[in-house]
């Protein structure tokens, strides 16, 4: 079995765009045009002749529209292997037509859900008999094609072209692995619904999923790995891939995590004065707020310039021209921000590698979602750490409070060390980060590291001393024993912000009372590996 001529299709659509037009091609090629209810009201009104489902099964559509495509004369047509002598002989002796061609999207269960409908309603957008005659119509591709998706409506138009009215078996395998996918990704997201919303099953005994290709990348983190990038079937995500690229090269596997890493800790500053964000390998090696977005380029470079060559900037305001220049004054791979004004645009045309980015709008750092990680033999599943801490909720366990600045610069602080990869150890000073150290075996390198980078950033940049000096540190999880915090003591800080929890917190405190250090516990940890 190869080409086979299309004389009869079954059109049953919940979604009608390009029905009208996919009805008027099939009949100017002939074919006879079987509908169900609506798809047939919008084919009829269009001026076509079409035949109601009833009229082929001799039953009338009842139980307000649930049955009316399960029955032998449309599955029958559709499964019939017509090679086959006592199947033949099954479709003459009972007068089942074969059906060629079936185009069929389903009820939009997602969508449904997505407006918050009730549950009634969610439970009559649950799709029968199109899944079934999906199914039917995939499995005996041999015979049949079967179009489940709008996008393709133009594909199968040209097939049948280029085929003289015909498909051929390529083409049906093709839509049949297409069709199979769109019912497992709907199946997906009814068992997800009835157990995760309907029954309160925060994790579910099987935990099921569907995203689509968006494209296949160059590679993935190295040139041996092959990459691709899947997004969810739901349309109200905002994220990266969502992303309108102005200009640059592809993006690769390591520009879609770094920037990706960017987004998220620029969108935890959404409702700030302008904050820029600099990233590198997924860390953060430069972050700071102002007044203007240039003030906060300049002040986040300085942190760590050399980490910032050829790094992902993210910010949380429209890029202006003065902005822009400045950025393109270093080798940058990324830039994502939620605009970019014509001046900022030229700028960076300038160099034509640079990928820009304008994200519709930055996501909400507090969303809900489950985060995977594969591992050898499973997958781990957790909620995203969407944890935020209340200020007012903060624990002072040292003999001095914070001042008013020391507070601010430490909430600045923790903020960033819930994005740096565990040990994280971030300084800051007036809304900016003074010195990052990361993803070390112990807290104590981590603060060693990080007062070296701002020593480092004050010898560049020939201040009279590191702002570390007079800042605030932030640890993502409790000091386990003092030196931390008196490597932070060394470097100059006068804050610290920490989960607290250890059995040595009493040594800790001991040792920030003792060198005059205002501390606060948060009692929530940040641990990001």
Same mark, same amino acid.
């Given at each position: 079995?190869?080409?086979?001529?299309?004389?009869?299709?079954?059109?049953?659509?919940?979604?009608?765009?390009?029905?009208?037009?996919?009805?008027?091609?099939?009949?100017?090629?002939?074919?006879?045009?079987?509908?169900?209810?609506?798809?047939?009201?919008?084919?009829?009104?269009?001026?076509?002749?079409?035949?109601?489902?009833?009229?082929?099964?001799?039953?009338?559509?009842?139980?307000?529209?649930?049955?009316?495509?399960?029955?032998?004369?449309?599955?029958?047509?559709?499964?019939?292997?017509?090679?086959?002598?006592?199947?033949?002989?099954?479709?003459?002796?009972?007068?089942?037509?074969?059906?060629?061609?079936?185009?069929?999207?389903?009820?939009?269960?997602?969508?449904?859900?997505?407006?918050?409908?009730?549950?009634?309603?969610?439970?009559?957008?649950?799709?029968?008999?199109?899944?079934?005659?999906?199914?039917?119509?995939?499995?005996?591709?041999?015979?049949?094609?079967?179009?489940?998706?709008?996008?393709?409506?133009?594909?199968?138009?040209?097939?049948?072209?280029?085929?003289?009215?015909?498909?051929?078996?390529?083409?049906?395998?093709?839509?049949?692995?297409?069709?199979?996918?769109?019912?497992?990704?709907?199946?997906?997201?009814?068992?997800?619904?009835?157990?995760?919303?309907?029954?309160?099953?925060?994790?579910?005994?099987?935990?099921?999923?569907?995203?689509?290709?968006?494209?296949?990348?160059?590679?993935?983190?190295?040139?041996?790995?092959?990459?691709?990038?899947?997004?969810?079937?739901?349309?109200?995500?905002?994220?990266?891939?969502?992303?309108?690229?102005?200009?640059?090269?592809?993006?690769?596997?390591?520009?879609?995590?770094?920037?990706?890493?960017?987004?998220?800790?620029?969108?935890?500053?959404?409702?700030?004065?302008?904050?820029?964000?600099?990233?590198?390998?997924?860390?953060?090696?430069?972050?700071?707020?102002?007044?203007?977005?240039?003030?906060?380029?300049?002040?986040?470079?300085?942190? =760590?310039? !050399?980490? $910032?060559?050829? @790094?992902?900037?993210?910010? *949380?305001?429209?890029?202006?021209?003065?902005? %822009? &220049?400045?950025?393109?004054?270093?080798?940058?791979?990324?830039?994502?921000?939620?605009?970019?004004?014509?001046?900022?645009?030229?700028?960076?045309?300038?160099?034509?590698?640079?990928?820009?980015?304008?994200?519709?709008?930055?996501?909400?750092?507090?969303?809900?979602?489950?985060?995977?990680?594969?591992?050898?033999?499973?997958?781990?599943?957790?909620?995203?750490?969407?944890?935020?801490?209340?200020?007012?909720?903060?624990?002072?366990?040292?003999?001095?409070?914070?001042?008013?600045?020391?507070?601010?610069?430490?909430?600045?602080?923790?903020?960033?060390?819930?994005?740096?990869?565990?040990?994280?150890?971030?300084?800051?000073? =007036?809304? !900016?980060? $003074?010195?990052? @150290?990361?993803?070390?075996? *112990?807290?104590?390198?981590?603060?060693?590291? %990080? &007062?070296?980078?701002?020593?480092?950033?004050?010898?560049?940049?020939?201040?009279?001393?590191?702002?570390?000096?007079?800042?605030?540190?932030?640890?993502?999880?409790?000091?386990?024993?003092?030196?931390?915090?008196?490597?932070?003591?060394?470097?100059?800080?006068?804050?610290?912000?920490?989960?607290?929890?250890?059995?040595?917190?009493?040594?800790?405190?001991?040792?920030?009372?003792?060198?005059?250090?205002?501390?606060?516990?948060?009692?929530?940890?940040?641990?990001?590996?």
């Amino acid at each position: 079995m190869s080409d086979v001529k299309i004389g009869r299709a079954l059109l049953s659509v919940s979604d009608k765009t390009g029905l009208v037009e996919l009805g008027q091609a099939l009949a100017a090629r002939g074919v006879d045009l079987v509908s169900t209810g609506g798809t047939a009201k919008a084919l009829r009104e269009a001026g076509l002749a079409v035949s109601d489902i009833s009229d082929l099964t001799g039953f009338p559509e009842m139980m307000d529209g649930r049955v009316k495509t399960l029955h032998p004369k449309v599955h029958g047509g559709l499964l019939a292997v017509r090679d086959n002598p006592e199947h033949a002989a099954s479709m003459a002796e009972h007068a089942i037509g074969a059906i060629d061609l079936v185009v069929v999207n389903l009820y939009p269960f997602e969508a449904t859900v997505a407006r918050g409908a009730e549950r009634d309603d969610v439970i009559e957008n649950i799709d029968i008999g199109g899944p079934s005659m999906v199914r039917s119509a995939a499995k005996n591709h041999d015979y049949v094609a079967i179009v489940t998706d709008p996008a393709d409506y133009a594909t199968l138009l040209a097939e049948l072209e280029a085929t003289d009215g015909a498909t051929t078996l390529a083409f049906r395998r093709k839509l049949a692995a297409k069709a199979f996918a769109a019912t497992a990704a709907y199946d997906s997201a009814i068992s997800q619904w009835f157990a995760r919303v309907d029954q309160g099953q925060h994790f579910p005994d099987v935990l099921a999923g569907a995203h689509r290709l968006v494209t296949t990348l160059r590679y993935g983190e190295n040139p041996h790995q092959s990459a691709a990038l899947y997004v969810p079937r739901q349309s109200d995500v905002v994220g990266l891939p969502q992303a309108e690229q102005v200009q640059g090269k592809e993006l690769s596997y390591n520009n879609y995590n770094d920037a990706n890493a960017a987004l998220e800790l620029i969108a935890e500053f959404a409702t700030d004065k302008p904050s820029v964000v600099i990233v590198k390998h997924a860390n953060p090696c430069g972050v700071a707020s102002a007044d203007t977005l240039l003030d906060a380029w300049n002040a986040a470079l300085t942190c =760590d310039s !050399v980490s $910032a060559f050829g @790094g992902i900037v993210a910010t *949380n305001v429209p890029l202006d021209g003065a902005t %822009a &220049a400045a950025i393109t004054e270093i080798f940058t791979e990324v830039v994502v921000a939620p605009g970019a004004d014509e001046a900022a645009r030229a700028a960076f045309a300038r160099k034509k590698n640079l990928r820009l980015l304008i994200v519709p709008s930055l996501p909400d750092a507090g969303r809900a979602g489950l985060t995977t990680v594969p591992i050898a033999g499973g997958l781990l599943v957790q909620d995203r750490d969407n944890g935020k801490i209340d200020p007012a909720e903060l624990k002072v366990v040292t003999k001095r409070a914070p001042t008013e600045r020391e507070l601010a610069d430490a909430l600045f602080a923790w903020t960033v060390a819930k994005h740096v990869k565990s040990n994280a150890i971030v300084y800051a000073k =007036d809304g !900016v980060t $003074a010195g990052i @150290g990361a993803g070390q075996m *112990n807290r104590r390198d981590s603060s060693r590291i %990080a &007062a070296s980078k701002a020593r480092e950033a004050a010898e560049t940049h020939g201040w009279s001393e590191a702002r570390t000096i007079g800042s605030a540190v932030a640890s993502d999880a409790f000091f386990p024993f003092a030196d931390g915090l008196l490597a932070a003591v060394e470097a100059g800080a006068t804050c610290v912000i920490q989960p607290g929890g250890s059995i040595r917190d009493e040594d800790v405190i001991k040792a920030a009372d003792e060198a005059g250090l205002a501390m606060v516990f948060t009692g929530m940890r940040h641990f990001r590996h």
